[in-house]
C-alpha cells in the first residue's frame, strides 16, 4: 500500500504493474520520510509493517525471500536451504529497514540512523498497528498489509489518498505475495454434521464469495473467482 497523494506531492510517478524494485522502494521511502519530517511531521515514516513474532512477520519475510530469488526454502528431497546470499541479503534488507543500511555486517550499529525507513516499534506491530499509522494517522509512506486493509483505509479517512500495488522485488515484477490461510472443519462429534457442511457450502459457495470480496475485499478461496476479470471491474479494478 501506498500513499497517492504523497507520490503526487514529490512528483514521483506512480508506479506500474510490476511494481517498484526494492532499491526504488527504499529511495522513495526514504525521500518522503525526509520530506515530511521537514515539513512538520517529526514522526512520519517511510514503511510500516507486520513485525511482532507471528504469521504476519514470517508472510512478510517469505515474501522478502521470494523477490530475493530465495526460494525454495525446503528442496524436493526435504533438505532446508537458509545458507545461500539471496536468503540472507533479504533478511539482511529487512534489517536495514530499521537500522539503517549501515546495519549490515555491523550488529552495533543503534537506532536511528538518518537511512532508516521504519521505527523499531515496528517489533511489535500487528494488523491493527500498521493501520492506525498508515490509515488513522496517516504518517507513513508504505504498509504491507492483507488486502482487507483496503475497506479499512477507504473508512478510516485515507480514501482517494492511497494505492495498491505488488510487492516489491529485487528486480521489478519479481515481487511477490502471501495470504495467511484459515480453514473451515467439523467436528466428528457434533450433532449438527450436516447443518455444518451445508453452511460450509454457503460460505465457500461463489455468491457468498463474491460478496465477501465487494464488502471487505477478501480474496476469494475459490479458483474460479481468484481475481477474474468480474471481480477486477469496474470500481474494483484499481485494487487488481
Not at 496517516?138 to 483505509?153: E, K, N, Y
Not at 457442511?197 to 465477501?212: A, K, N, P, V, Y
Request: proline content about 5%; aromatic content about 10%; glycine content about 12%.
Amino acid at each position: 500500500f501506498y500513499r497517492v497523494d504523497l507520490l503526487e506531492k514529490y512528483g514521483i510517478p506512480p508506479p506500474g504493474p510490476e511494481g517498484w524494485t526494492y532499491d526504488e522502494f527504499e529511495d522513495i521511502a526514504r525521500r518522503v520520510q525526509a520530506g515530511e519530517r521537514a515539513d512538520g511531521v517529526p514522526e512520519f515514516t517511510g514503511f510500516v509493517w507486520t513485525g511482532q513474532d507471528y504469521e504476519g512477520l514470517t508472510c512478510l519475510a517469505m515474501e522478502v525471500m521470494e523477490g530475493h530469488g530465495a526460494y525454495p526454502l525446503v528442496d524436493r528431497r526435504g533438505g532446508v536451504a537458509v545458507d545461500n546470499p539471496s536468503l540472507i541479503g533479504a533478511l539482511e534488507r529487512m534489517a536495514s529497514w530499521i537500522w539503517g543500511p549501515a546495519v549490515i555486517g555491523n550488529a552495533s550499529v543503534a537506532d536511528g540512523t538518518e537511512d532508516a525507513i521504519s521505527p523499531s516499534e515496528v517489533l511489535s506491530f500487528r494488523e491493527a498497528d500498521v493501520r492506525r499509522r498508515f490509515c488513522e494517522r496517516g504518517d507513513a509512506m508504505f504498509a504491507r498489509h492483507w488486502p482487507s486493509f483496503i475497506a479499512d483505509c477507504e473508512t478510516e479517512g485515507m480514501a482517494g489518498k492511497f494505492g495498491v500495488v505488488r510487492n516489491p522485488g529485487r528486480i521489478r515484477g519479481e515481487g511477490h505475495g502471501i495470504l495467511g490461510g484459515q480453514a473451515m472443519v467439523v467436528s466428528k462429534d457434533t450433532p449438527y454434521y450436516e447443518q455444518a457442511l451445508t453452511f460450509i457450502d454457503l460460505i465457500t459457495s461463489r455468491e457468498w464469495q463474491e460478496e465477501h470480496w465487494e464488502v471487505s475485499h477478501r480474496i476469494p478461496v475459490r479458483v474460479d473467482l481468484d481475481l477474474n476479470a468480474s471481480l477486477c471491474s469496474g470500481a474494483h479494478a484499481k485494487w487488481c
